[in-house]
C-alpha cells in the first residue's frame, strides 16, 4: 500500500512539473503583444520627404515607421508580418517641416482607439537659421510634455514609442567636404545652424557646431526623462542618434534629408531598439 502511494505521489509530481515546463515554454509567446494599429507622428523624416520618384515632396510610402515599400521594411511591416490584423491600419499624422511645438496638434488628432505610437520629432528644433533660433531646453520640454499628456489622455491604451533625433552632427561629418553638398546646404539655406560656413575651421564656426551637437543630445536626454514618466512609453535609448549614416543614407537632392537607404537603416535600428513584442 505505501508502496502504491509513494508511486503515485511520484506521478503527481511528474506531471506537475511537465505542467510547468510546458507553461514556462509556451507563456512568453501567449503573451507577446503586437499592435493592431500603428500612428506616426513627426515631421518631414517620418514623411519620407524626398525619396520618391518626384523630388522636394513627401513620399509616406517609404516612411520607416508606417510605410509600405517592402525595400524600406517599415515598423508597420514588420508587424504586419507577424500580426494580419494590422494591416492597411497605418497611419502617418507626421508634418514636414514640423517642430516640437507641433506635436501636441498631431497628438490631438490620433483615434481614441490608437494602440501604438511612433514619435520621431525635434530635428527642426536643432536645424534653425541660426544657433540662437535653436529651441530652448525648457521649451523644448514643455512642449513634449504636454503632447505626451494629450496622447494619454485621448488613448490611454497605446504604447508609445519615442525615437531619438538622428545625430545631425554627423551629417556634417560625411558630407563637409562634398562641393555639391555644400551648394546645396547654402543655396537652400539648410541646418545653417549646424551647416553654415561647412570648411570653415575657425573657432567661432567649431564651437557653433559643438553647441548644435549638444542641443541635440540635450533633446534626445528631454526625450528619455519625459518618456520614463509613462509606463506606456518606451524610448530607443538612443539607437538611432547613435546610427551611423553614409552618403548612400542621404538624399543627394538636399544632401539632407535620409534617403530611401536611410529609411531603411531608420527602421532597422528603430525596430531592433523598439521593445516589441511587449510583453
Known amino acids: ?32 503583444w503586437y499592435p493592431n494599429n500603428i500612428t506616426a507622428l513627426g515631421d518631414s523624416i517620418t514623411r519620407a520627404y524626398n525619396t520618391g520618384s518626384t523630388g ?3 513620399a509616406p510610402a517609404n516612411s520607416w515607421t508606417t510605410g509600405t515599400n517592402t525595400s524600406v521594411n517599415s515598423l508597420y511591416s514588420r508587424i504586419l508580418a507577424v500580426n494580419p490584423l494590422i494591416s ?17 496638434g498631431q497628438a490631438a488628432k490620433i483615434a481614441t482607439t490608437t494602440e501604438y505610437v511612433t514619435i520621431l520629432m525635434g530635428a527642426n528644433d536643432v536645424c534653425t537659421s541660426s544657433v540662437t533660433n535653436m529651441t530652448a531646453v525648457a521649451t523644448f520640454q514643455a512642449q513634449f510634455e504636454a503632447a505626451m499628456a494629450t496622447i ?30 555644400r551648394a546645396t546646404w547654402s543655396l537652400f539655406k539648410i541646418c545653417q545652424s549646424l551647416l553654415a560656413n561647412p570648411t570653415s575651421t575657425k573657432q567661432a564656426d567649431v564651437n557653433r557646431r559643438a553647441a548644435v551637437q549638444q542641443r541635440n543630445r540635450e533633446f534626445n536626454t528631454v526625450l528619455a526623462t519625459v518618456c520614463a514618466r509613462y509606463t506606456q512609453c518606451h524610448f530607443d535609448n538612443n539607437a538611432v542618434f547613435n546610427t551611423v549614416f553614409t552618403t548612400a543614407d542621404v538624399s543627394t537632392r538636399d544632401y539632407f534629408h535620409p534617403s530611401l537607404s536611410g529609411q531603411t537603416k531608420l527602421a532597422g535600428a528603430a525596430w531592433a531598439a523598439g ?5
Open 88 to 104: 492597411a491600419k497605418n497611419t502617418n499624422l507626421a508634418v514636414s517641416g514640423a517642430k516640437m511645438v507641433d506635436l501636441n
Open 152 to 181: 494619454t489622455s485621448r488613448a490611454p491604451n497605446a504604447k508609445v514609442y519615442v525615437v531619438s533625433i538622428p545625430n545631425v552632427y554627423n551629417l556634417w561629418t560625411v558630407f563637409k567636404n562634398n562641393s555639391t553638398a
Open 1 to 32: 500500500m505505501f508502496a502504491k502511494l509513494l508511486n503515485l505521489k511520484q506521478s503527481i509530481f511528474v506531471v506537475s512539473l511537465v505542467v510547468m515546463l510546458v507553461l514556462a515554454n509556451v507563456q512568453p509567446a501567449l503573451a507577446a
Open 56 to 58: 522636394f515632396s513627401d
Open 275 to 279: 521593445g516589441l513584442p511587449y510583453p
